[in-house]
Structures are given as structure tokens and as C-alpha cells.
């Protein structure tokens, strides 16, 4: 069935760049895989968990908003912030979770409710990321 190029990239520099058989991605119009062979085209990215196949192991890592890249066989997945499952501080998160969670409901300016929104999904997919690795 053959392989796949990935890259995970993000303002630091590469994260993970190696061959893999699947990615699954967290897109704007859902989660969506990604095999040898699929057909070429660009998604946006949310907050979430990113995870791929590789050698019969699954890795996962929690990632913020970016694009993906689909094209001849490589994903490029070009995002603000990632975090592989391993690296995650699950107490850090869960602290950030409920901060976020305070701003929410005290935050009446739709400006800073917003910005807490997705503090919080990304809290919440570090956690459900780290909860994974443990």
C-alpha cells in the first residue's frame, strides 16, 4: 500500500517530519484521514488531536489552528502550536482548562470570550492528547 510523507511544522521548526501509513487530522469540516494515495487538497486545522500510523504504533499530539496540505503523497501540517501525547504537562493543562473556564463566565466582551473559547478547546485536547499517553 506504501507510505507516507509527513511534516509537522510550526514557527520553532519541525516537529516531526518521517514516513508514516495514516494520518487522521482534526479539519475545520470535521476529522478527516489521509492515506497513500489520496487525492490532493488543502484543509484548515482547529484545535485538536492529530494523530498518525506508523510501524504498527499510533503517536498522537495536540495541535492548534493552521492548514494542512495534501499533495502526492506528503501531509504538511503547518500549525501555530504542537505538542506530542509524551510532552504534555497534564497538570499545566488542566490548570490552563480552568482558567480558561473563569474567563468564560466572567468575561462579558465577546473579544476576550473568545479568546478564553479557544483557550479552552486547546486545554481540553492537551488533555484528552496526554490522557492517551499515560
Known amino acids: 500500500m506504501g507510505t507516507l510523507?509527513?511534516?509537522?511544522?510550526?514557527?520553532?521548526?519541525?516537529?516531526?517530519?518521517?514516513?508514516?501509513?495514516?494520518v487522521v487530522v482534526p479539519g475545520t469540516e470535521g476529522?478527516?484521514?489521509v492515506l497513500p494515495g489520496h487525492i490532493n487538497f488543502l484543509s484548515g486545522i482547529v484545535p485538536g488531536e492529530l494523530r498518525f500510523y506508523h510501524d504498527g504504533a499510533i503517536?498522537?499530539?495536540?495541535?492548534?489552528?493552521?492548514?494542512?496540505?495534501?499533495?502526492?503523497?506528503?501531509?504538511?501540517?503547518?500549525?501555530d502550536a504542537a505538542e506530542k501525547a509524551d510532552d504534555i504537562d497534564l497538570e499545566r493543562?488542566?490548570?490552563?482548562r480552568d482558567r480558561a473556564k473563569e474567563r468564560?463566565?466572567?468575561?462579558?466582551?465577546?473579544?476576550?470570550?473568545?479568546?478564553?473559547?479557544?483557550?479552552?478547546?486547546?486545554?481540553i485536547s492537551r488533555i484528552k492528547v496526554a490522557e492517551k499517553a499515560l
Open 5 to 22: 510523507s509527513l511534516e509537522v511544522i510550526t514557527p520553532e521548526g519541525v516537529l516531526v517530519s518521517q514516513e508514516v501509513d495514516m
Open 31 to 33: 476529522e478527516f484521514g
Open 59 to 79: 503517536e498522537y499530539m495536540a495541535v492548534s489552528s493552521g492548514f494542512a496540505e495534501v499533495s502526492n503523497n506528503s501531509v504538511s501540517i503547518i500549525i
Open 93 to 96: 493543562a488542566r490548570r490552563a
Open 104 to 123: 468564560m463566565e466572567k468575561d462579558k466582551d465577546p473579544t476576550d470570550f473568545l479568546m478564553a473559547e479557544v483557550a479552552l478547546k486547546r486545554a
